[in-house]
T-cell receptor, first 114, second 113 residues
Framework: GAGVSQSPSNKVTEKGKDVELRCDPI?????LYWYRQSLGQGLEFLIY????????KSGLPSDRFSAERTGGSVSTLTIQRTQQEDSAVYLC????????????FGPGTRLTVL | GDSVTQMEGPVTLSEEAFLTINCTYT??????LFWYVQYPGEGLQLLLK?????DKGSNKGFEATYRKETTSFHLEKGSVQVSDSAVYFC????????????FGKGTHLIIQP
């Protein structure tokens, strides 16, 4: 398929462990976004990339969260020393560029921290 | 900071009823406004958008008009179908170069035959 893909689809981890979530954007999309969807907070913006640069990291909840993007394509979101409040669905989206272009969303990674 | 407020539901209607889902926003500058929909078991999809005041977005029989004077972007449909059952999210993208979307908490819509 040509859509945004994310892996894994589900991840269960123990409190204190590190996790890595992966996003493959639509080919040719230069902008990539990470969001978090949780019951208490709804959908929250975390970070976006234009190419490999992240102009806006304002939504990252703490310094345990980091993200990178290489080759203008795949992105990984890393959560260190996971906490139970990190449990959520992590969504990735991509678009042709920043600005008014439509953001296409992936199916998400459901993270459960025990 | 920017925020979006929408009725959370669930909203239950009969087929062919008229639908309104209210959405109001707080933002500095001139945001773009969006409605996204999440059908059961599927990812978020853009339903419609409006980028400036008085613009009307429309798609699949749904409409929403960007009202700057009331800071609103209410979603309407004249005759809903069972297949419209989904969660609907109102969102804004700030003006001034910032690009992440700010979402409302979502409205769960249930259409009964």
């Amino acid at each position: 398929g040509a859509g945004v893909s994310q892996s894994p689809s589900n991840k269960v981890t123990e409190k204190g462990k590190d996790v890595e979530l992966r996003c493959d954007p639509i080919s040719g999309h230069t902008a990539l976004y990470w969001y978090r969807q949780s019951l208490g907070q709804g959908l929250e913006f975390l970070i976006y990339f234009q190419g490999n640069s992240a102009p806006d990291k304002s939504g990252l909840p703490s310094d345990r969260f980091s993200a990178e993007r290489t080759g203008g394509s795949v992105s990984t979101l890393t959560i260190q020393r996971t906490q139970q409040e990190d449990s959520a669905v992590y969504l990735c989206a991509s678009s042709l560029g920043v600005g008014g272009n439509e953001q296409f969303f992936g199916p998400g990674t459901r993270l459960t921290v025990l | 900071g920017d925020s979006v407020t929408q009725m959370e539901g669930p909203v239950t209607l009969s087929e062919e009823a008229f639908l309104t889902i209210n959405c109001t926003y707080t933002a500095t500058g001139y945001p773009s406004l969006f409605w996204y929909v999440q059908y059961p078991g599927e990812g978020l999809q853009l339903l419609l958008k409006a980028t400036k005041a008085d613009d009307k977005g429309s798609n699949k029989g749904f409409e929403a008009t960007y009202r700057k004077e009331t800071t609103s972007f209410h979603l309407e449909k004249g005759s809903v179908q069972v297949s419209d059952s989904a969660v609907y999210f109102c969102a804004l993208r700030p003006g001034g170069g910032a690009d992440g979307l700010t979402f409302g908490k979502g409205t769960h819509l249930i259409i009964q035959p």
